[in-house]
């Protein structure tokens, strides 16, 4: 293939997405669309992983206490948490510094809780020595007397794991018809184009044209609407994670998610997604009319 | 230049458009092919530019067995030989110009070579004037010399012309056929289909009649008129 032609192809392919800028702009649409919802997914699930990942390796459990424990009985609590096995550190954490804590991030909304209006437990910060020893550690803490209940991040992590496997089977679903629907979507885009200029590809024929040359101008189409959904759909996401990322700035006494956004391999990814639904829709849907000759084409 | 031996085409639904033909043409001759509708003219050029095959037997087209032609071979064999259609097949939305570098553009030629050709080929067929026009803005008879412009420009052996005066006001169908045969004269080989008796007996050249896919005679139009 030449240069001119090259030049010649590529500019017949952008002309045709001009042209059809109904057809682009619809498939467009559709696509962004479909990579944006992947995208959330994937977004989702990296997220959920992560969060199990970092609540799995933290070894500290709170220990709240049953909010008429007074503040002797709290002293006498630690002292005996300390004596159990396998606890490494025992800190005090006052129902006062909780309260400060929501009220530094909520702001007014906690004035009036304070003093004696606190509803909070009192509560123990504790981190383990042999993490294997995790169950019976917990069973022995729950055991104590004052002790109303257990932050146990290991429920939380095993629920989360669950639902990260329900999230990857929808993940792979949600990739698998999105990947459908793009390529038929682009399929049927370069098709209504072909369609269009099934004149010009039976003559394209008749004067000797090879098969890859009538190809590029609608290859160049797909790729060109799919790329370019593919920036509108990366832009769309990494929207979508600054948004997620402030609130959970907001949040983050509250909560231990781990949410990195959109990263490079992502964006890779959805630009290779973009291309290679343009370029296998533009490739299918001109196989029918590449099989025939001449007028067979015009009547197609 | 193309030989055909005992070719016989049969249609998938059965129909047989040409039966046991043998027919040689030599290189710079003109041959109109002349017999009524669904004779198997039209049948006889797709064999020819190879967009249908033969069921049996042999045509050699340029030294080439069509029947050994790959599929990626046949856009290379094509460009040696320009086909002329009935319904003149031209891009309404490129102008006269376009339509004709189209055939040019394909071949992978350079914008200097198509700004130097297409200009020279279309005063060929007295078009020079008309470069900006659109087809839809010529007469029958422009629009199908634009046709005959766009398959000489690549500089075929072989014009190949399937009833090019169908489409054209009588007066100038004579004028298309002079053109075609100016172009002979050049030493371009010339095929042309057509079932207008009064056409052909105009020009002194080999008439091949065809009839329900056989040849029926093979003549020249001076034996044509005596007989008449
Ligand atoms: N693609 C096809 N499939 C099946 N039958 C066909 C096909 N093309 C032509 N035929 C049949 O073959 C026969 C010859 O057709 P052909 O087009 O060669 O005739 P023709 O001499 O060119 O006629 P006309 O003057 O009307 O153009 C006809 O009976 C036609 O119906
Ligand atoms: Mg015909």
């Given amino acids: 293939m030449r240069f001119n032609s090259i030049i010649y192809l590529t500019r017949e392919g952008l002309k045709s997405i001009w042209n059809n800028w109904i057809m682009s702009l619809a498939s467009t649409i559709v696509l962004v669309c479909c990579l944006f919802l992947t995208g959330s997914v994937i977004l989702l699930s990296m997220s959920v992983n992560k969060t199990i990942g970092a609540i799995e390796s933290k070894n500290t459990v709170t220990i709240h206490l049953n909010s008429s424990v007074s503040s002797e009985e709290s002293e006498k609590i630690g002292k005996r948490i300390k004596e159990i096995p396998n606890i490494a550190s025992c800190e005090f954490y006052s129902k006062e510094q909780a309260i400060q804590k929501y009220s530094q991030a909520l702001g007014d909304l906690m004035e009036g809780l304070k003093g004696d209006d606190n509803p909070l437990p009192d509560a123990f910060h504790i981190s383990m020595t042999d993490l294997s020893k995790y169950n019976e550690t917990i069973r022995m803490l729950s055991e104590l007397e004052g002790v109303e209940s257990i932050g146990d991040r290991r429920d939380v992590a095993k629920r989360l794991t669950e639902i990260n496997n329900i999230i990857h089977y929808v993940e792979i679903g949600v990739i698998l018809i999105f990947a459908l629907v793009a390529l038929f979507i682009v399929s049927n885009t370069v098709r209504l184009t072909m369609y269009g200029r099934r004149l010009e590809i039976s003559i394209m024929k008749s004067v000797g044209a090879t098969n890859l040359f009538i190809r590029i101008p609608f290859i160049v189409e797909g790729v060109t609407i799919g790329l370019f959904s593919s920036f509108v759909a990366i832009a769309l996401l990494k929207l979508l994670s600054n948004v997620i990322l402030k609130v959970l700035q907001r949040l983050v006494p509250f909560t231990s998610i781990v949410f990195d956004g959109i990263n490079l391999n992502m964006t890779l990814f959805f630009l290779l997604a973009g291309i290679s639904s343009g370029f296998i829709g533009g490739v299918i849907s001109i196989r029918k009319y590449l099989r025939k000759e001449g007028g067979k084409i015009i009547a197609l | ?228």
């Fill in chain 2, 1 to 228: 230049m193309i030989e055909f031996k005992k070719v016989s085409k049969e249609y998938s639904n059965g129909i047989c458009a040409v039966k046991n033909i043998n027919l040689n043409i030599q290189k710079g001759e003109f041959v109109f092919i002349l017999g009524p509708s669904g004779a198997g003219k039209s049948t006889l050029l797709k064999l020819i530019t190879r967009e249908e095959s033969p069921t049996s037997g042999d045509l050699i087209v340029n030294n080439m067995d069509v029947f050994f032609l790959k599929n990626r071979q046949i856009p290379y064999f094509r460009r040696t030989m320009g086909i002329v259609f009935q319904d003149f097949r031209l891009i309404n939305k490129m102008t006269v110009f376009d339509n004709v570098a189209f055939a040019m553009r394909v071949t992978g030629a350079s914008e200097r070579a198509i700004r130097s050709r297409v200009p020279y080929v279309l005063s060929l067929v007295d078009l020079a004037d008309k470069e900006r026009f659109r087809p839809t803005e010529l007469s029958g008879g422009e629009q199908q010399r634009v046709g005959l412009a766009r398959a000489l420009v690549n500089n075929p052996d072989l014009v190949i012309a399937d009833e090019p005066t169908g489409n054209v006001d009588p007066s100038l169908s004579f004028e298309i056929v002079e053109l075609l045969s100016k172009i002979n004269h050049q030493g371009t080989t010339i095929l042309m289909v057509t079932h207008e008796h009064d056409l052909v007996a105009r020009f002194n050249k080999r008439i091949v009649e065809i009839q329900e896919g056989r040849i029926v005679s093979d003549v020249y139009e001076a034996k044509l008129a005596n007989e008449a």
